[in-house]
């Protein structure tokens, strides 16, 4: 292998419970002092020569980066401050491993966390946090499509159900058969989350638990109960450590105590949910995962540890019918007990999946294929770690987006429609106090998908009681808003 290939020597990574987390700054210097000690090398945090922050959504500081390489005492030539989304810290090493390939970067450091937990205790009591260096800056939010802006389409709970409801449509499962497999799948996490000292919500939950709706387990974008939807609001951080094979040896990291990038994968499919020909599957999951273990010259059954994307059922399921995965492989779904228990910090959950993968598999070896899922199920991320070393060539990100595009035609979607249309796709927000308040269905048309709204309660009654897909329906629409009846 060549000396530049990417392995992690050190990580950390931290859960605050009490709603009384330090600042994000304070907690990503202090991850970064972690990881450097994980690896025995406290002395390197000076040397790095990359220093990178993933987007931070609970406090807008004025110069993040630079901050933090203060409060280190580092100098790095190379600093970023990502984006958001799911993908972004996998993204982030596939972009050091690319570098340090060219030879431009040694030793690299990623940290990220969030303190929204305590941002959102602070605003109840209407306290004012006494953190340092605020200055406000646009949010880096992708602009959606008209349609989606016209019918509100924004929240992730209301959009991740689509998925779902027009898999189940195509496998034909009855909505009690799909609603009990979905609560099997997620209620298995709990057992990993409880057993992960990192944990937002380490409490093991049965089936029966995570799928029934209850006064304190509400529907949230039906038919996902609020034990099936991912946890932001929470207080975690972590580190990663990141060096070349040759500058490991220089500073004395022993080959046991390393994880090496294999190899990985980035595609998208198309950004506005109701796009996609075939909305029961993802073709992006499919060729990144293809690709990612093709790459690494593995098969499905040569990995050890799996940690898939699961802030909604819908990513777990077609993430693992895009890998030929069974739901309930014994090898699991998740390292740390997925993004509802363990806890999704804004953009920052695959730091903590890949430093558990890190603690996983130092200590007994393996290899472990970890997955990343950006916006409304639009980008898709898979890379394949190992104790092993071995070199991770970069990926022709032009030609894997050319086989995703001619696997998954798109269809064009309409801004405004009036007439009939078959539903292909639905869900129904529901509010807190329990009660169903709207719902949103993706429709085919003759002349291309459309979106539109459901107001009438005896229809959102009727869409949760059946199989609604499939179903033709009648659309008026006022110029900009479409509403469905039946």
């Known amino acids: 292998m060549s000396g530049r290939s990417l392995c992690l020597i050190g990580a950390s990574q931290r859960t605050e419970r009490d709603s009384r987390a330090p600042?994000?700054?304070?907690?990503?210097?202090?991850?970064?002092?972690?990881?450097?000690?994980?690896?025995?090398?406290?002395?390197?945090?000076?040397?790095?020569?990359?220093?990178?922050?993933?987007?931070?959504?609970?406090?807008?500081y004025d110069d993040p980066v630079g901050r933090l390489a203060t409060a280190l005492g580092a100098d790095p030539r190379h600093r970023h401050y990502s984006g958001i989304g799911g993908t972004t810290p996998q993204l982030l090493v596939n972009q050091t491993s690319e570098a340090m390939l060219r030879g431009e970067l040694d030793l690299a450091l990623i940290v990220g966390g969030e303190a929204l937990a305590t941002v959102r205790t602070a605003k109840k009591a209407g306290e004012r946090l006494p953190w340092s260096y605020r200055k406000?800056?646009?949010?880096?939010?992708?602009?959606?499509h008209p349609a989606e802006v016209a019918h509100e389409v924004h929240q992730a709970w209301e959009t991740f159900p689509l998925w779902d409801t027009a898999r189940r449509a195509k496998i034909g499962a009855s909505l009690a058969d799909d609603a009990a497999e979905a609560a099997a799948m997620m209620a298995a996490m709990t057992n990993v989350a409880a057993a992960n000292p990192h944990a937002w919500r380490p409490v093991?939950?049965?089936?029966?638990?995570?799928?029934?709706?209850?006064?304190?387990?509400?529907?949230?974008?039906?038919?996902?109960?609020?034990?099936?939807?991912?946890?932001?609001?929470?207080?975690?951080?972590?580190?990663?450590?990141?060096?070349?094979?040759e500058k490991a040896d220089a500073l004395g990291v022993d080959e046991g105590r390393r994880l090496y990038l294999t190899s990985y994968a980035y595609a998208e499919d198309p950004a506005s949910v109701a796009e996609r020909e075939d909305m029961a599957r993802s073709a992006a999951m499919a060729v990144t995962g293809?690709?990612?273990?093709?790459?690494?010259?593995?098969?499905?059954?040569?990995?050890?540890?799996?940690?898939?994307?699961?802030?909604?059922?819908?990513?777990?399921?077609?993430?693992?019918?895009?890998?030929?995965?069974?739901?309930?492989?014994?090898?699991?779904?998740?390292?740390?007990?997925?993004?509802?228990?363990?806890?999704?910090?804004?953009?920052?959950?695959?730091?903590?999946?890949?430093?558990?993968?890190?603690?996983?598999?130092?200590?007994?070896?393996?290899?472990?294929?970890?997955?990343?899922?950006?916006?409304?199920?639009?980008?898709?991320?898979?890379?394949?770690?190992?104790?092993?070393?071995?070199?991770?060539?970069?990926?022709?990100?032009?030609a894997l987006q050319a086989q995703v595009d001619a696997e998954q035609p798109r269809r064009p979607l309409l801004t405004a429609w009036s007439g009939p249309g078959t539903v292909r796709a639905y869900t129904?927000?529901?509010?807190?106090d329990g009660t169903p308040g709207q719902g949103l269905v993706v429709l085919d048309t003759d002349q291309?998908?459309?979106?539109?709204?459901?107001?009438?309660?005896?229809?959102?009654?009727?869409?949760?009681?059946?199989?609604?897909?499939?179903?033709?329906?009648?659309?008026?629409?006022?110029?900009?808003?479409?509403?469905?009846r039946w």
């Open 448 to 484: 291309g998908r459309a979106l539109a709204r459901v107001y009438q309660p005896d229809l959102l009654a009727d869409a949760e009681s059946r199989e609604l897909v499939g179903t033709e329906v009648v659309v008026s629409t006022d110029g900009q808003r479409n509403e469905a």
């Open 290 to 398: 293809r690709h990612a273990l093709r790459a690494a010259g593995l098969a499905l059954d040569d990995i050890d540890v799996f940690d898939l994307y699961s802030c909604f059922p819908s990513s777990l399921r077609l993430a693992c019918d895009a890998l030929g995965l069974a739901l309930d492989d014994s090898r699991g779904l998740t390292v740390t007990g997925g993004l509802p228990y363990a806890g999704g910090p804004a953009s920052a959950y695959q730091l903590h999946a890949i430093a558990s993968t890190f603690d996983r598999l130092r200590d007994r070896g393996g290899r472990a294929l970890i997955t990343g899922v950006g916006m409304h199920l639009a980008k898709h991320v898979a890379a394949v770690w190992s104790s092993t070393p071995a070199p991770a060539e970069p990926a022709d990100r032009i």
């Open 23 to 60: 600042e994000p700054l304070v907690s990503w210097a202090d991850r970064a002092r972690e990881a450097a000690k994980d690896a025995g090398v406290e002395h390197a945090l000076a040397q790095i020569d990359s220093l990178q922050v993933v987007y931070c959504q609970s406090w807008p």
């Open 204 to 245: 093991v939950l049965d089936a029966a638990t995570v799928g029934t709706p209850t006064a304190a387990n509400r529907y949230v974008g039906w038919p996902y109960t609020k034990h099936e939807v991912a946890v932001m609001d929470v207080d975690m951080s972590a580190a990663l450590l990141l060096a070349t094979a």
């Open 136 to 144: 406000s800056s646009p949010f880096p939010w992708e602009p959606p």
């Open 428 to 432: 129904v927000a529901h509010r807190r």
